[in-house]
């Protein structure tokens, strides 16, 4: 089956209907973390729908029932990494592989695995319904998931340390990270590129969705962590900052050479991208829909775009 390929225009387009279906679900279930799909929707549909080299999807298109933790001994669940059809009880390591460390943005995750055809648009009726995968914080059993994140840092760990694996066994598969920029105040993320730098994994990329905003507020003012393009290439890697709303150049940067160095790509976006009711809002790390007015407004606006 042939790999399929999607122009800019339908990238563009997929990202707008991630955020319109995002709304749709913070209207439907009184809350979402919208801002996230704002700033982050070029990124991620970019990276599924034009930057990744991934195999065809091998997971389950609907949603699927999931007991919880602990579950069954016996209980065999489509693993999350499916979606992007890694499978590792029979690996491919020539395809790459993405780890989302910021699993709060998983509707972005998942409504964008819709647009790229690789889950059904059934499947996101379960989303943040008891007892399905479809969780609004991912997990590994969660499509497009391939790990628990758990605490911050702690992805991109395991992405580094999957990449040093890849180099050291001469795979040919590419092993990319996604982290939003909040994230980058914990010291394991520290230790971790200092790492990746140590091993000259050239291997490994990472996309931060630098939307400058966290739980309590822009991450300026809680802690700041510019300039982090000089941070970055002081730690040995190479780094480039690209508009994070800039189709073309998402693409470009993933081709940035560095040749014996990891790479890091700063989204610079904007947290209310394309949705001006939440602009003034702040902090808007997650937006409520809970009062009849706020509700009839949201719904207008959705009906519009």
């Not at 339908?10 to 919208?34: D, F, M, P, S, T």
């Not at 989303?127 to 479809?134: A, E, I, P, R, S």
């Not at 969660?142 to 580094?160: D, H, K, Y």
Request: glycine content about 8%; some cysteine.
């Amino acid at each position: 089956m042939p790999k399929k390929t999607f122009t800019d225009k339908q990238i563009a387009k997929a990202a707008h209907n991630v955020r319109k279906r995002i709304l749709g679900l913070c209207i439907e279930r009184g809350g979402c973390y919208l801002a996230q799909a704002c700033s982050s929707a070029e990124i991620v549909t970019s990276l599924y729908m034009k930057i990744l080299n991934l195999g065809p999807s091998l997971g389950n298109p609907d949603a699927q029932p999931f007991p919880g933790v602990p579950g069954p001994k016996n209980m065999d669940y489509p693993k999350g990494s499916l979606y992007n059809g890694y499978d590792s009880k029979n690996p491919d390591h020539n395809i790459d592989r993405l780890f989302v460390s910021c699993c709060h943005y998983a509707s972005v995750i998942y409504c964008t695995l819709v647009e790229a055809g690789r889950l059904s648009e059934r499947a996101i009726e379960k989303f943040n319904v008891d007892g399905w995968n479809m969780e609004m914080i991912g997990a590994e059993h969660s499509p497009g998931f391939e790990n628990t994140a758990g605490s911050l840092g702690q992805t991109v760990s395991i992405a580094a340390g999957t990449a040093h694996a890849y180099k050291m066994k001469g795979y040919k598969g590419k092993i990319y990270c996604m982290l939003s920029d909040g994230e980058l105040e914990e010291g394991q993320d520290w230790e971790c590129f200092q790492a990746a730098a140590f091993y000259g994994l050239d291997n490994f990329i990472v996309y931060v969705d630098v939307n400058h905003q966290q739980l309590e507020g822009w991450t300026k003012d809680v802690m700041n962590t510019e300039p982090m393009i000089e941070r970055m290439k002081a730690f040995g890697w190479e780094a480039v900052e690209v508009d994070g709303h800039d189709i073309k150049a998402l693409a470009a940067a993933a081709k940035t050479p560095h040749k014996g160095k990891p790479l890091m790509v700063l989204c610079q976006t904007n947290p209310d991208q394309d949705m001006p009711i939440i602009s003034k809002l702040m902090p808007k790390h997650f937006i409520t829909v809970t009062d009849d007015a706020t509700r009839e407004e949201y719904t207008k606006f959705y009906k519009s775009m």
